[in-house]
């Protein structure tokens, strides 16, 4: 079964910094991965996804994320992060075998500083 | 924009209630999914449906059921509240493109249900 580790319940960076939100995921074949956000009293919103091909995927509100297939690693990134960044993050994993069976992480709260 | 409606952010309801979460969907997307959301345990899946009357349990489905008479709308049923029922309730839909799965699922933005 898949599985989806987000190894830092929070990440503090100052505004201006580039940011990282760590996530390793296990899935016995090939992985389609995901990262949503949560702003609070809302629901999940889509950032980016990696299907195939190109190891960085870019996303909505200038998030991009890189997938390492030898460290099973999607972590999430930002060159200059903004206050307005402050959300949970939430990384997801879907077997490509099987539909509907997502697995998210316990997500990652991200706190940017002014 | 896809749009994921759920009928209430918040409900209390008393123990051994039955409790009705509703969400209807305007994208026409054949699955449907609820989760329930808990601090440190992120998001675990009750129920989905991929398609009218079709519907298979997730992860924690005791102590709940569903109902999809229509493709827009997916009900989750609490059949007697119990305190730690008490949570966040999501409801997500995506759109099935014959064995892609790939596709991102759109939230609503939760049900805070609260069971005294």
């Known amino acids: 079964a898949q599985s989806v580790a987000q190894p830092e319940d929070q990440v503090n960076v100052a505004e201006g910094n580039p940011l990282t939100v760590k996530c390793t995921y296990s899935?016995?074949?090939?992985?389609?991965l995901f990262w949503y956000v949560q702003y609070p009293n809302r629901g999940l919103q889509f950032l980016l996804k990696?299907?195939?091909?190109?190891?960085l995927v870019k996303g909505s509100y200038g998030f991009e994320a890189e997938f390492n297939k030898s460290q099973t690693s999607f972590h999430l990134k930002k060159p200059s992060a903004l206050v307005s960044d402050s959300a949970l993050y939430f990384c997801?994993?879907?077997?490509?075998?099987?539909?509907?069976?997502?697995?998210f992480g316990a997500g990652t709260r991200l706190t940017v500083k002014p | 924009d896809v749009k994921v409606t759920q009928s209430s952010r918040y409900l209390v309801k008393r123990t051994g209630e039955k409790v009705f979460l509703e969400c209807v969907q305007d994208?026409?997307?054949?699955?449907m999914f609820w989760y329930r959301q808990d601090p440190g345990l992120g998001l675990r899946l009750i129920y989905f449906?991929?398609?009218?009357?079709?519907?298979e349990k997730g992860d924690i489905p005791e102590g709940y059921s569903v109902s999809r008479e229509k493709k827009e709308r997916f009900s989750l049923i609490l059949e007697s509240a119990s305190t730690n029922q008490t949570s966040m309730y999501l409801c997500?839909?995506?759109?099935?493109?014959?064995?892609?799965?790939?596709?991102?699922?759109?939230f609503g933005d939760g049900t805070r249900l609260s069971i005294l």
């Open positions: 997500a839909s995506s759109l099935w493109r014959g064995g892609d799965s790939n596709q991102p699922q759109h």
């Open positions: 899935v016995s074949g090939n992985p389609y």
């Open positions: 990696y299907i195939t091909g190109d190891n």
């Open positions: 997801a994993v879907r077997d490509i075998r099987k539909n509907n069976d997502m697995r």
């Open positions: 994208m026409d997307h054949e699955n």
């Open positions: 449906s991929y398609d009218v009357k079709m519907k």
